[in-house]
């Protein structure tokens, strides 16, 4: 029997490349997204179930899961993706976007983690995993909101990890570095406060930064195939590093103390 994996923000990015992935693999999917109508390319595949969440609006996951469930009979694995990056001056932002980064990045997460445990717990079995990123473990200029959401993100699934494992269940966080997608021009949010003077060359500095990451940005599937490996392989590994710049940095943030760090940090925004 195939076993079926739920996935947020399977519209593009990380997700629809996981969903198409996974279905290649044999598995069933019940690839979700805000807006299904949109989607031209999954709901041709066999065994894909498009359907709305919004990780912002409960009933919908509550009808996303049940609707998997009635489909496919249950649910194995869930892949928390869905997510945006707000960057910029923290005090650029409205209060409103920071609610909106924090809902969508973190309490969405977790809602739809609370949604899916009962269904695990019933079936003693099942795989959680929390797309965070190497920003859940360090900072950079101009993302404070972004990266406060996941180092939250860290936090949740770190601790949630004793508890699933009570239930026969496993949670698994994934930590890219930079990724090929337009995950930053989707991004609902680049503050740049031009009005005041002060943040101008930070901000430049980082757009600049975000224009040449391509050079150095992981391929999509490799972030896949780390997903893939992480809900099949049958382990206790909590985390999973991917790309060569998120395993530098990391292990760079690892060996040195918050002076060293933060002025390597500097070094690479000549700031």
């Given amino acids: 029997m195939s076993k079926t994996i739920l996935i947020t923000g399977a519209s593009g990015g ?65 892949l928390n993706n869905a997510g945006f990056g707000a960057y910029g001056p923290l005090e650029a932002f409205s209060r409103e976007t920071i609610i909106n980064q924090f809902n969508t990045n973190v309490i969405g997460l977790i809602d739809v983690t609370r949604a899916i445990l009962p269904h695990f717990r019933s079936n003693k079995s099942g795989t959680l995993i929390n797309i965070s990123s190497m920003g859940g473990k360090m900072g950079i200029p101009l993302g404070s909101i972004y990266h406060g959401t996941k180092y939250a993100v860290e936090g949740v699934s770190e601790a949630l990890s004793f508890e699933m494992e009570q239930i026969g269940a496993k949670v698994k966080i994934i930590e890219p570095g930079m990724v090929a997608t337009n995950f930053v021009s989707n991004s609902e949010s680049f503050k740049n406060e031009e009005g005041i003077a002060e943040y101008v060359e930070i901000v430049q500095k980082l757009k600049n930064i975000q224009s040449a990451s391509a050079s150095y940005a992981s391929p999509v599937n490799l972030i896949v195939e780390t997903i893939y490996q992480a809900v099949t ?39």
């Fill in 233 to 271: 392989d049958d382990s206790s590994q909590l985390r999973y590093v991917v790309g060569q710049d998120a395993e530098m940095m990391l292990d760079n943030r690892k060996k040195m103390n918050d002076d060293e760090f933060m002025n390597m940090i500097k070094g690479q925004f000549q700031l």
């Fill in 14 to 78: 990380i997700g629809n490349a996981t969903a198409k992935f996974f279905q290649q693999k044999g598995w069933n999917v019940i690839a979700t997204m805000r807006s299904p109508k949109k989607e031209t390319e999954l709901n041709q595949l066999d065994n894909v179930l498009v359907t709305r969440l919004d990780v912002v609006d409960i009933d919908s996951i509550e009808n996303a899961i049940q609707e998997g469930v009635n489909k496919f009979g249950s649910i194995d694995a869930v």
